[in-house]
C-alpha cells in the first residue's frame, strides 16, 4: 500500500533554475547550442532539483517544473486554439507572454508526459508530484478572442486538461496538483470554476491536490464542499496565517504553507515547528502535509534549498511528537471517488 | 459633430526599455545612456500619437512601473509595500503604505518627466495623477487611520502642489478614479469627493478628466458627475456596453470620455461600434465625445496596441466623413 509518514512535506511545484541551465537557456535562444543539448541542459536541472529535495529530506518533490518558462504559457503553446502576439508586464520588470484564445481549444498530444517519465526515472521516491495549471487560471490568465463567455472557454480547457491527467495517470502518476492561483479573482465566477475544475479531474483516481495561493480564500470557502479533490494546499505563512479559520470546516487533507515564498528571510526549523503545532489545533494529523506557500522559483536557489532544509526539521521534529501519540503514516489513497 | 481621440494612463514599455531601466537601478549603465535610450523610446512614441492622430497623450509612463509608483514618486510620508492585484486584474502594483502626514515632495522626477515630453511633442499632453478616493485604496493608510478625510484632503493638497509647479508642462489634467465604481466602496467616502476634488484642483486653468474604468454602478453616478471637471471617463468595454442605454440618459450636456478600445483583450473592436457609441452619445445630447483606450494600455502586448490605435484612427475618420 502506497503510504508516506505523518506531515508529509512535499514542494508545490517549481525552483529555481541553476545558473547553468539559464544560460543554456540564453545560449539555445541565440543558436549556439542544439535543441538535443538543451533538452541535455534540461535533464541534467531535474537531476539537481530532485537531489536538492532529496537532501532536504523532501517526501514528495516535484521536477521544479524546470522546462517551464511560465505555468499558463506552457500549456498555451500546447494546446490547440492559442495565439500569442508578445509579452505583457505582470509587475516592475517581470513580463510573460500572455495567449490569446482564438479558436476552440483542442488536445494535440501529452504535454507532461515526457517531463513525468524523466523525472521519475531519476527520483528518489515514486512519490513524485506532477503539477498541471488548472482550466480556471488558464481561462482568466488569457486573453478570450474566441469564446462567448469565459466558462464555455474554461470548460474546454478542463476537457482538454483532464486528457492530459489520464495519460499521467497511465504512466504511473501518484500524485497530481491542479494549481489554480487564479481561483478566486472573482467572487461571481468561484461557483461554476468549481464544476469546472471537478470536470477536469474526473475519473482521475490517484491523489488530486488543488493548489491555491494569494487573494481571497473567503470566495472558496463556501464551495470547499463542492471541489472533489483529496487535498487543497494553500499560501498561509504570507499572511500569518490568517485565513486558516476559514477552512476549519474542511474534513479532507490540507496542504499548509509554512515558507513565505515572497521573502528571503529563512524560516527556522523552530518557526516552522511553533507554527505547525498551532495549524494542528485546527486540523487533525493524518490530514495534514506541509509545503511552501508556492513555487520558489522566484527566490535564489541557495534560500530556496535552506528554506526547504527548514521546513523539512520543523516538520520532523512535529513528527517525532505525533510518533509518541500514535500518528505514523497516512495513505496515498484518494479520498474522493472521482 | 466633434470627435476627439486620446491615449489615456499608459504605453506598454518594451522589454529592452524595462533592461535600460533595471541596468539603470543596479547602477550598470550612466544615466546619461538610458536617458538616450528612454529619449529614442519618446520619440517613437510621439510619432506613433501623431500618426495615430491622437488629440490628447500622456507622457507614456514609461519609467513607473504603476500608477502608485508614479504616485509615492511625488509624497513625502510614504513607503512602497507588498505586491498586489490591480483591481481584478493580472498585474500587481507594490502597495502605498502611508507612514506619516502626506507631504509633497519637491525633488520628484514626475515633474522633469513632464517638462521632457512638453518638449517633446505639441500633443495636448495630459498630466496623470490618481483620485484621492482611489488613492486611498491602493494605500496602506497606517497613520490616519479612521480619519480618512484628512488623508483625502491632505492627498487633494499635496496633489494641487504638484499640478501647480508642474503647470507649464501639460494642457490637461487626467484623474484616474476607477475605484469610485468599486465593489464594497462605502457611499459616505464618495459624496464628499467633490470638497477634496475642489482642494486639488483649485486655482488650476487647466481641462480636466476624470477616468473610471473596468465597473460602472449606476447607483454612484451622480456623485461621478458631480465632480467638478470637465470631461467624464466611462470603460464601456466588456459587461459595460450592455449598460450603455442607461448611461447616454445620463449625460445630456456632458462632455465624455468613452474607453471604447478594450486594454484588456487583444481582440480588435469593429469599427461599426465604435461609429454606432458615438453617435448614439451625441443622439442623445452630449456636448463632446473623447474616444480611447478603456485603461492602462500594459494589460496588452504592444503590437495589439497598435493595431487597436490604427483602428481607432480610422473609426474617427468614418464618423467625421460619414
Same mark, same amino acid.
Given at each position: 500500500?502506497?503510504?508516506?509518514?505523518?506531515?508529509?512535506?512535499?514542494?508545490?511545484?517549481?525552483?529555481?533554475?541553476?545558473?547553468?541551465?539559464?544560460?543554456?537557456?540564453?545560449?539555445?535562444?541565440?543558436?549556439?547550442?542544439?535543441?538535443?543539448?538543451?533538452?541535455?541542459?534540461?535533464?541534467?536541472?531535474?537531476?539537481?532539483?530532485?537531489?536538492?529535495?532529496?537532501? =532536504?529530506?523532501?517526501?514528495?518533490?516535484?521536477?521544479?517544473?524546470?522546462?517551464?518558462?511560465?505555468?499558463?504559457?506552457?500549456?498555451?503553446?500546447?494546446?490547440?486554439?492559442?495565439?500569442?502576439?508578445?509579452?505583457?508586464?505582470?509587475? @516592475?520588470?517581470?513580463?510573460?507572454?500572455?495567449?490569446?484564445?482564438?479558436? %476552440? &481549444?483542442?488536445?494535440?498530444?501529452?504535454?507532461?508526459?515526457?517531463?513525468?517519465?524523466?523525472?521519475?526515472?531519476?527520483?528518489?521516491?515514486?512519490?513524485? /508530484?506532477?503539477?498541471?495549471?488548472?482550466?480556471?487560471?488558464?481561462?482568466?490568465?488569457?486573453?478570450?478572442?474566441?469564446?462567448?463567455?469565459?466558462?464555455? #472557454?474554461?470548460?474546454?480547457? =478542463?476537457?482538454?486538461?483532464?486528457?492530459?491527467? %489520464?495519460?499521467?495517470?497511465?504512466?504511473?502518476?501518484?500524485?497530481?496538483?491542479?494549481?489554480?492561483? =487564479?481561483?478566486?479573482?472573482?467572487?461571481?465566477?468561484?461557483?461554476?470554476?468549481?464544476?469546472?475544475?471537478?470536470?477536469?479531474?474526473? @475519473?482521475?483516481?490517484?491523489?488530486?491536490?488543488?493548489?491555491? $495561493?494569494?487573494?481571497?480564500?473567503?470566495?472558496?470557502?463556501?464551495?470547499?464542499?463542492?471541489?472533489?479533490?483529496?487535498?487543497?494546499?494553500?499560501?498561509?505563512?504570507?499572511?500569518?496565517?490568517?485565513?486558516? /479559520?476559514?477552512?476549519?470546516?474542511?474534513?479532507?487533507? &490540507?496542504?499548509?504553507?509554512?515558507?513565505?515564498?515572497?521573502?528571503?528571510?529563512?524560516?527556522?526549523?523552530?518557526?516552522?515547528?511553533?507554527? #505547525?503545532?498551532?495549524?494542528?489545533?485546527?486540523?487533525?494529523?493524518?490530514?495534514?502535509?506541509?509545503?511552501?506557500? $508556492?513555487?520558489? /522559483? #522566484?527566490?535564489?536557489?541557495?534560500?530556496?534549498?535552506?528554506?526547504?532544509?527548514?521546513?523539512?526539521? @520543523?516538520?520532523?521534529?512535529?513528527?517525532?511528537?505525533?510518533?509518541?501519540? @500514535?500518528?505514523?503514516?497516512?495513505?496515498?489513497?484518494?479520498?474522493?471517488?472521482? | 459633430?466633434?470627435?476627439?481621440?486620446?491615449?489615456?494612463?499608459? !504605453?506598454?514599455?518594451?522589454?529592452?526599455?524595462?533592461?535600460?531601466?533595471?541596468?539603470?537601478?543596479?547602477?550598470?549603465?550612466? +544615466?546619461?545612456?538610458?536617458?538616450?535610450?528612454?529619449? *529614442?523610446?519618446?520619440?517613437?512614441?510621439?510619432?506613433?500619437?501623431?500618426?495615430?492622430?491622437?488629440?490628447?497623450?500622456?507622457?507614456?509612463?514609461?519609467?513607473?512601473?504603476?500608477?502608485?509608483?508614479?504616485?509615492?514618486?511625488?509624497? +513625502?510620508?510614504?513607503?512602497?509595500?507588498?505586491?498586489?492585484?490591480?483591481?481584478?486584474?493580472?498585474? !500587481?502594483?507594490?502597495?502605498?503604505?502611508?507612514?506619516?502626514?502626506?507631504?509633497?515632495?519637491?525633488?520628484?522626477?514626475?515633474?522633469?518627466?513632464?517638462?521632457?515630453?512638453?518638449?517633446?511633442?505639441?500633443?495636448?499632453? +495630459?498630466?496623470?495623477?490618481?483620485?484621492?478616493?482611489?488613492?486611498?485604496?491602493?494605500?496602506?493608510?497606517?497613520?490616519? +487611520?479612521?480619519?480618512?478625510?484628512?488623508?483625502?484632503?491632505?492627498?487633494?493638497?499635496?496633489?494641487?502642489?504638484?499640478? *501647480?509647479?508642474?503647470?507649464?508642462?501639460?494642457?490637461?489634467?487626467?484623474?484616474?478614479?476607477?475605484?469610485?465604481?468599486?465593489?464594497?466602496? *462605502?457611499?459616505?467616502?464618495?459624496?464628499?469627493?467633490?470638497?477634496?476634488?475642489?482642494?486639488?484642483?483649485?486655482?488650476?486653468?487647466?481641462?480636466?478628466?476624470?477616468?473610471?474604468?473596468?465597473?460602472?454602478?449606476?447607483?454612484?453616478?451622480?456623485?461621478?458627475?458631480?465632480?467638478?471637471?470637465?470631461?467624464?471617463?466611462?470603460?464601456?468595454?466588456?459587461?459595460?456596453?450592455?449598460?450603455?442605454?442607461?448611461?447616454?440618459?445620463?449625460?445630456?450636456?456632458?462632455?465624455?470620455?468613452?474607453?471604447?478600445?478594450?486594454?484588456?483583450?487583444?481582440?480588435?473592436?469593429?469599427?461599426?461600434?465604435?461609429?454606432?457609441?458615438?453617435?448614439?452619445?451625441?443622439?442623445?445630447?452630449?456636448?463632446?465625445?473623447?474616444?480611447?483606450?478603456?485603461?492602462?494600455?500594459?494589460?496588452?502586448?504592444?503590437?495589439?496596441?497598435?493595431?487597436?490605435?490604427?483602428?481607432?484612427?480610422?473609426?474617427?475618420?468614418?464618423?467625421?466623413?460619414?
Amino acid at each position: 500500500m502506497d503510504e508516506l509518514p505523518i506531515l508529509p512535506t512535499t514542494v508545490i511545484g517549481s525552483y529555481p533554475r541553476p545558473k547553468w541551465l539559464r544560460e543554456a537557456i540564453r545560449l539555445h535562444k541565440a543558436g549556439r547550442i542544439s535543441d538535443d543539448e538543451l533538452k541535455e541542459a534540461f535533464d541534467d536541472a531535474v537531476v539537481t532539483v530532485i537531489r536538492d529535495h532529496q537532501v =532536504a529530506g523532501v517526501d514528495v518533490p516535484s521536477d521544479g517544473e524546470i522546462r517551464r518558462d511560465e505555468m499558463v504559457e506552457f500549456f498555451a503553446e500546447r494546446l490547440g486554439g492559442f495565439r500569442f502576439y508578445g509579452f505583457v508586464r505582470v509587475w @516592475g520588470d517581470h513580463y510573460y507572454r500572455k495567449p490569446s484564445v482564438v479558436s %476552440k &481549444i483542442t488536445y494535440k498530444s501529452p504535454m507532461l508526459l515526457d517531463e513525468f517519465n524523466f523525472a521519475k526515472s531519476v527520483s528518489y521516491t515514486p512519490y513524485l /508530484k506532477v503539477t498541471i495549471t488548472g482550466p480556471y487560471t488558464i481561462a482568466e490568465w488569457s486573453y478570450n478572442e474566441y469564446y462567448k463567455t469565459k466558462q464555455d #472557454l474554461a470548460y474546454d480547457l =478542463a476537457k482538454a486538461l483532464n486528457q492530459e491527467m %489520464k495519460k499521467l495517470v497511465e504512466a504511473g502518476a501518484k500524485i497530481i496538483q491542479v494549481d489554480e492561483p =487564479a481561483i478566486h479573482t472573482r467572487k461571481e465566477d468561484v461557483e461554476w470554476v468549481v464544476d469546472v475544475v471537478n470536470e477536469s479531474i474526473k @475519473g482521475i483516481n490517484v491523489k488530486v491536490v488543488m493548489h491555491v $495561493c494569494y487573494g481571497e480564500y473567503s470566495y472558496l470557502e463556501p464551495y470547499l464542499d463542492k471541489l472533489n479533490v483529496d487535498q487543497i494546499n494553500l499560501a498561509l505563512k504570507n499572511y500569518d496565517y490568517k485565513p486558516v /479559520k476559514l477552512f476549519k470546516k474542511w474534513d479532507r487533507e &490540507i496542504g499548509v504553507g509554512v515558507i513565505d515564498v515572497h521573502n528571503k528571510r529563512i524560516e527556522d526549523p523552530e518557526e516552522v515547528a511553533k507554527d #505547525l503545532r498551532m495549524l494542528l489545533e485546527y486540523f487533525k494529523p493524518e490530514n495534514v502535509w506541509v509545503n511552501p506557500d $508556492c513555487g520558489l /522559483k #522566484l527566490l535564489p536557489r541557495k534560500i530556496a534549498f535552506q528554506k526547504l532544509v527548514n521546513m523539512v526539521k @520543523g516538520t520532523l521534529m512535529v513528527r517525532e511528537e505525533l510518533k509518541k501519540k @500514535g500518528y505514523t503514516t497516512i495513505s496515498l489513497k484518494p479520498l474522493v471517488n472521482r | 459633430m466633434q470627435i476627439q481621440t486620446a491615449l489615456v494612463g499608459s !504605453y506598454p514599455r518594451p522589454i529592452n526599455i524595462a533592461k535600460v531601466l533595471s541596468k539603470l537601478k543596479s547602477g550598470k549603465i550612466e +544615466k546619461q545612456k538610458a536617458e538616450k535610450e528612454i529619449e *529614442k523610446f519618446l520619440n517613437k512614441y510621439f510619432q506613433f500619437a501623431k500618426d495615430s492622430g491622437l488629440d490628447y497623450v500622456t507622457d507614456s509612463m514609461i519609467e513607473w512601473d504603476d500608477i502608485a509608483d508614479l504616485t509615492t514618486s511625488f509624497l +513625502k510620508g510614504v513607503e512602497k509595500g507588498a505586491l498586489e492585484r490591480f483591481f481584478d486584474n493580472n498585474f !500587481y502594483y507594490r502597495r502605498i503604505v502611508i507612514k506619516d502626514r502626506l507631504q509633497y515632495n519637491e525633488n520628484n522626477e514626475y515633474i522633469i518627466y513632464l517638462e521632457r515630453a512638453r518638449k517633446m511633442s505639441n500633443l495636448k499632453l +495630459k498630466a496623470v495623477v490618481l483620485g484621492p478616493l482611489t488613492f486611498s485604496v491602493l494605500s496602506d493608510d497606517l497613520y490616519y +487611520k479612521k480619519n480618512i478625510k484628512n488623508l483625502f484632503e491632505d492627498y487633494a493638497m499635496v496633489v494641487n502642489t504638484l499640478l *501647480k509647479e508642474a503647470r507649464n508642462y501639460y494642457d490637461v489634467i487626467e484623474i484616474h478614479e476607477p475605484a469610485i465604481f468599486s465593489k464594497g466602496i *462605502k457611499k459616505d467616502l464618495i459624496e464628499p469627493l467633490r470638497t477634496y476634488y475642489n482642494s486639488m484642483l483649485k486655482d488650476i486653468n487647466a481641462e480636466t478628466h476624470v477616468l473610471s474604468y473596468f465597473d460602472l454602478r449606476f447607483d454612484r453616478i451622480n456623485a461621478y458627475l458631480n465632480l467638478p471637471v470637465n470631461v467624464y471617463g466611462f470603460d464601456v468595454t466588456e459587461s459595460n456596453k450592455v449598460k450603455l442605454g442607461r448611461l447616454y440618459r445620463l449625460i445630456k450636456d456632458k462632455e465624455v470620455y468613452f474607453g471604447v478600445l478594450d486594454s484588456r483583450n487583444t481582440k480588435l473592436e469593429r469599427i461599426s461600434t465604435i461609429k454606432r457609441i458615438v453617435l448614439s452619445a451625441y443622439q442623445k445630447g452630449a456636448k463632446r465625445v473623447i474616444i480611447g483606450n478603456s485603461t492602462f494600455n500594459d494589460l496588452i502586448p504592444e503590437v495589439i496596441v497598435k493595431r487597436k490605435f490604427k483602428l481607432l484612427k480610422r473609426g474617427k475618420e468614418m464618423i467625421l466623413n460619414g
